[in-house]
């Protein structure tokens, strides 16, 4: 079976730019023979000429390309190395993983030096619209319809592990919304969020999933992920199980089980509930109700525990 192939960078344009505290906070890269050598003024001028300073592109080129040599090492294939045209496997690619691990968090951490400050001391004190976190100052860019700009700062925050980063960028790859819309990308990002158990990234990856099910396998498992948000009290995914009860096209219409999800998405002040509960109060019995009622309240007495 030939070896899948990727692309692997040789060089890199070397363009004059002092960085002194870049050098001092961010370690050295590994040497990797094909990369060839490799400084941290290097990759600093080659982001600067060829992305325009943006790190975004860049940070996600090297992430996305360690991601697919994990996946082509745990399928036990090998890589060919364009440069050079030697396939490496086995334990010679899982060094090249750890040192491309490496390339990727150094990147990170040059990213972190030499990018400008997204807001400034005197804004962080005055902005009132959202606590300003660095996840808080892309919610704010996102908001004023800089969406280029939310992706930018939460990038290096997904790629760090930040659940809620991680599920906005599938949020933004959905939708479009700086980017060009991609669901493979958005799937991706949406999975990491929704690994960490994270309930508004649970609610995400269910929901792409769902839409996009071929079979009863698929839609088993996207309907768990909604109810595993909807049971961290996530209240869009609350309400996502009531239309799914009350629809009955995924699973047996049961307007009973619909009642309780709604309601607890009422407690939420979920928007949407009240017009679905108007439609449920007259198919749902007063003794189903009472019942369903009930069940909401040990439901969010446990949820206090």
Partial sequence: ????????????????????????????????????????????????????????????????????????????????????????????????????????????????????????????????????TVFGQGVNAYRAGDFKLAREIWLPLAIEGNAKAQNALGHLYRKGLGVVVDLAVSRRWYGKSAAQNDPVGLYSFGDLSRREAKSKAEMATALSLIEKSANLNYAAGQYAMAVIYHQGKEVAADDSEAYFWNLLAQENNYKKAPALMEILDKSVSAIDKDIQSERVKEWLAKLKK
Wanted: proline share 5%; aromatic share 8%; net charge positive.
């Fill in 1 to 132: 079976m030939p070896s899948r192939l990727i692309i692997v960078f040789s060089s890199i344009m070397i363009l004059p730019l002092l960085s002194s505290q870049a050098e001092a906070e961010c370690p050295a890269f590994p040497q990797v023979s094909w990369w060839g050598t490799l400084t941290h003024e290097g990759v600093i001028g080659y982001v600067n000429q060829k992305h325009g300073g943006d790190w975004a592109g860049y940070l996600e080129k090297w992430s996305r390309q360690l991601a697919n040599v994990r996946t082509i090492y745990g399928q036990g294939k090998g890589i060919k190395i364009p440069s050079t045209g030697i396939t490496i496997k086995g334990l010679q690619l899982s060094d090249y993983i750890d040192k491309l691990a490496q390339r990727v968090d150094i990147n990170l951490c040059l990213s972190k030096e030499t990018e400008p400050a997204t807001v400034s001391e005197e804004s962080k004190t005055s902005d009132k619209k959202f606590k300003i």
